[in-house]
Every structure is written in C-alpha cells, then in structure tokens.
C-alpha cells in the first residue's frame, strides 16, 4: 500500500488511526506537559501548531492506544485522564466585535453542556473561569487548556485600530481567566503565528513560559534534515525519479525549497513539513505553503508605512523587537519574521543582534510575487507572464520592449502617495528585478533613490543607473564616469550602458537613452 502523508490533517487520533505518516514529535511533548504548567508557542502557519495540541489533548485524555510505537509510549507510566478545553480560533472570519464573542460563546456552551453554568457568571470571562472551576472539582483532576491560534482576530484587524481595540480587551480579559484559576490548571499551551506585547492580550497573563525562541523545543514544530532521512529516504529516491533528478539533486532541491527556518540563534534549521509532505505526495517540487493563503494584512503594513523593500533583506535586529508585536508600532518587521516570512540568518553574541534573511527560495520568491500586483498596475493573472516576458525581452537583448513593459508597471501610480512616491519607484522596481533575478543573473547595489542594476545573459550584460526628476544623460554620465562597465572589458558579450530618468510630473519613466559596446 501507498504511503499516506498528513497533508491539512490535524487531528493526532485522525493521523494514527488512518495509518498516516507521522513524524514523533512526543518525547518533546512528554518532555513539556512534565516541567512546566504554562507555555506559548510561536510558529508560521502550516507548521504543525494545530497537530501539536491536538497530540497533547491525546495524550492528556490518556489515550495510550494511539501512541503504540512511539517514544510517549515508554515514557509514561501512568496515564491520568485529565479534563480538556481545547479552543480553536482559526475557524472564523474576524471582521466584526461580534465575530469573536460568537466563538467564544459557542466553545462555553459546549463546555457549559458538559461541567454546568452558574446565572452569576455573565461574562465571556467568567463564564470560562466558572467551567474551569466545576471540571476541576467534578474529575478530581487539574484542566488541562489548549488555544490554537489565539492570535487569530488580532492579525485580521491589523490596520483597523478602533477593532484591534475591542478584540484586545476581549481577549484579555478572557485569557486572564488562566491566571486567575491557577489552582485548578495543570497544563496550559497558546499557539498562534504571532506574540502580541507590552499593554496587548499578554499583559495580565504574565507566568506564561514562551518557548518559541528556546533551543530546547525549536524542533517540536516543523521536520528536521534527520527526520527527513528517518521517515522519508524513499520518498526522496521516488520523488529524484519521478522529477528526472538524482537522490544528490533531489536533496539539495529540497534544502533549497523548504529548509532554512531558524527559530534560534543556534539551532538546526527546520523545514517546512506542509511543504515537504505536499512534495513527496504530489511527487513534484511547487511553491505549497504560499499558496495556501496570502499574506495580505503583511503587505498592508509595508505600504501603510512606507517601507522600503530592498531593506528586508538587510535586516539586524534585538530579541525583544522579535519577541512581541505592540499593536501600536509603526514597523512590521517583528510580524513579518514571526509569520515565518523571515528567518534567523545570523547572531551577532557581542551586541546580541540577529541578521534575518528569507528562509528558503520557496518564501522568497512567493513573497516578491504577491507583492508585484500590490504595488504595480498588473494584475494578479497577469503578474507572472510579464515576469516571463521581461527575462525573455532581456535574453533577447529587446530593450525597447523590456522598457515599454517597464512603462507599464508603472502607470496609475496613486497621486496621495506623494512625498513617498521615490519609495513607490524603488520598491517596484526592487521586487521586479528580484524576480528576474530568479531566472537571470542579476546584482545590484540599492539605496533610497537609486538603483544600480547589472544583468546578465549569456549574450548581453546591462547596466542600468535609474535618476529621479534629473536626466537620463546625467544616468548615462554616470555609469560612465564611474566605471560601471569596466569588469565586463573583455567581455564577449554585447554591453548596453542605459541611462533611465523617472519623472514626478508624469509618475512614470521619461527618459531611456542607450549606448551598446559590441
């Protein structure tokens, strides 16, 4: 029979049972639910997060069948059956106050249906502390309380303060139940994409342990290099054959795709198992996890501030600005990296600062193509044919067109950016030549302003020096004066030099002057 793979399955009993696939997460979990009582958790989406409490409400209802075979099974002796509230976010759609008390009320009269309700607890939060109370005292046994995605409406309000406001102070008020039932808590996770600080739904839930940055358990979510070797070496040689590919090639594609996540200054990278589990299944390498959702609200938030694209690749930062998100910050760096956009690239120890960087080739150019139809007059369709058709107009030295495309990019560019219309100019640009850069060799130096392009085919070298409200013989001018096209001297290939003016007047290029070198 076939190997199954757990793609979008969650449900641990669900997996085991049907004969799926599993990667043994639960020496981790033993390991967990046994030191500590309160814990959060910090992952990108389709990481696991959702398969992870779903193992751990398994094993706090003490099904021991399940975990025949795995290391939980010799580990516990005991098996208590504890009380579960086990509260899942990520069903609804956040747009309304009521959207997110509607789902709270429907997980308490479930819970209420089960334990018993008092007329006194009128609350969302009292209510919940009244069910923790009574499953306590009726099993004899502590709760054990489980949240998956807990930061759910919060990130779908990002950008509508007025909203963000009411779901705060709901859920703060809600998750401060856990705090206030300490006595009848024995085990407590949160789960969620991002860590929401400083006056937000944490700020009276304080004697939470957030592991997400631990090298402890930096490998319970996600699948390691070894764990790929354990589970799945003939996946790998099926999945070399099937793509014409050797088991060497088809390793290093799977690194280069899916690997590269850094939860740690020092730990192994991890991959992405939704990813990877979609590989070996459909037998076929794709872009699996970006194209299960967008990420809208994160776009949102570099075009409501401004940002500059080329400075995500460039990135140091402290801990605590990747630790937590205020709802009030003006910089979408720390929601970026922690909806796995971003990685840990690097660890300065003398100042404690961490370089980021994108994962993998999978999330970097994912990322530059949904930001292209958010950012220039091409639709979401269309946006992948003219990346197509600009590395084709370049392969085919076709300036005139490559440019007239180019034009078109840039049209409708709103008046109200205003001021910030240059970092409009750069961003597009940046994330153009990004993606050209996938299937063209492609260096660039960029600052604010400018930018300073080389491309290279096997037949032509450009070089490109980009002015605002100046000329394009200044541009030409200076790729001269500054030698641009020495390295490329005794080249063989055709050089063009291309001078290109923006104009604020028109919002669009003005100016295109050439001079070629045979």
């Known amino acids: 029979m076939s190997k199954l793979y757990p793609v979008g399955v969650q449900n641990f009993e669900k997996v085991i049972l049907g004969g799926y696939e599993y990667v043994d997460k639960t020496a981790l979990i033993y390991q967990l639910f046994n030191t500590g009582s309160y814990y959060f958790l910090s992952r990108p989406r389709r990481f696991g997060k959702s398969l992870l409490l779903s193992t751990l409400e398994a094993y706090a209802q003490g099904k021991k069948e399940l975990f025949k075979g795995l290391a939980l099974e010799k580990l516990e002796k005991d098996w208590t059956v504890y009380p579960v509230l086990h509260l899942d976010l990520n069903t609804q759609k956040y747009d309304t106050p009521e959207s997110l008390t509607s789902i709270l009320n429907d997980n308490l009269c479930i819970w209420e249906s089960r334990y018993g309700a008092r007329e006194s607890e009128t609350s969302l939060s009292l209510r919940f502390q009244g069910i923790i109370r009574r499953a306590c005292e009726q099993t004899g046994r502590r709760v054990v309380i489980l949240i998956d995605e807990y930061d759910k409406p919060m990130l779908q309000a990002i950008g509508n303060e007025t909203l963000q406001n009411e779901y705060r102070s709901t859920l703060k008020a809600f998750y401060g139940a856990l705090k206030s039932m300490d006595g009848c808590i024995r085990f407590a996770l949160l789960t969620g994409v991002t860590k929401f600080g400083k006056v937000s739904v944490f700020s009276d839930l304080n004697n939470l342990r957030d592991i997400s940055m631990i090298d402890q358990y930096a490998e319970i979510c996600g699948i390691s290099e070894k764990e790929i070797y354990t589970y799945f070496e003939e996946d790998i040689h099926e999945l070399a054959a099937a793509t014409d590919m050797s088991y060497k090639e088809a390793c290093a594609e799977l690194k280069t795709n899916y690997d590269g996540y850094h939860f740690t200054e020092n730990a192994i990278g991890m991959y992405n198992p939704f990813s990877l589990l979609n590989t070996f299944a459909n037998r076929r390498f794709g872009s699996y996890w970006f194209e299960t959702g967008?990420?809208?609200?994160?776009?949102?938030?570099?075009?409501?501030?401004?940002?500059?694209?080329?400075?995500?690749?460039?990135?140091?930062?402290?801990?605590?600005?990747?630790?937590?998100?205020?709802?009030?910050?003006?910089?979408?760096?720390?929601?970026?990296?922690?909806?796995?956009?971003?990685?840990?690239?690097?660890y300065n120890k003398m100042f404690e600062n961490y370089t980021l960087g994108f994962p993998n080739r999978e999330v970097e150019q994912g990322f530059f193509k949904f930001l292209l139809p958010n950012y220039a007059s091409v639709s979401v369709s269309k946006s992948p044919y003219q990346i197509q058709c600009f590395v084709e107009e370049v392969m085919a030295g076709k300036v005139d067109d490559f440019f007239e495309r180019l034009k078109t990019m840039f049209a409708d560019i709103p008046y109200e950016l205003a001021r910030d219309r240059e970092v409009h100019y750069?961003?597009?640009?940046?994330?153009?030549?990004?993606?050209?850069?996938?299937?063209?060799?492609?260096?660039?130096?960029?600052?604010?302003?400018?930018?300073?392009?080389?491309?290279?085919?096997?037949?032509?070298?450009?070089?490109?020096?980009?002015?605002?409200?100046?000329?394009?013989?200044?541009?030409?001018?200076?790729?001269?004066?500054?030698?641009?096209?020495?390295?490329?001297?005794?080249?063989?290939?055709?050089?063009?030099k291309i001078g290109v003016n923006f104009s604020d007047e028109l919002r669009n290029i003005q100016e295109v002057k050439v001079e070629v070198e045979y």
Do not use: C, W
């Open 294 to 346: 967008t990420p809208t609200y994160l776009v949102e938030l570099l075009k409501l501030h401004h940002y500059p694209i080329e400075e995500l690749e460039h990135i140091v930062t402290s801990q605590p600005v990747l630790d937590s998100i205020d709802t009030a910050s003006t910089d979408p760096i720390p929601v970026i990296y922690q909806s796995g956009y971003l990685t840990i690239k690097g």
């Open 426 to 496: 750069q961003n597009i640009l940046y994330i153009i030549f990004k993606l050209m850069g996938f299937y063209v060799q492609v260096e660039y130096r960029t600052n604010r302003g400018r930018i300073d392009l080389v491309l290279q085919t096997q037949d032509y070298v450009y070089i490109m020096e980009f002015k605002l409200n100046g000329s394009a013989d200044e541009a030409l001018a200076q790729i001269r004066e500054k030698g641009y096209a020495a390295p490329f001297a005794k080249d063989s290939r055709t050089i063009y």
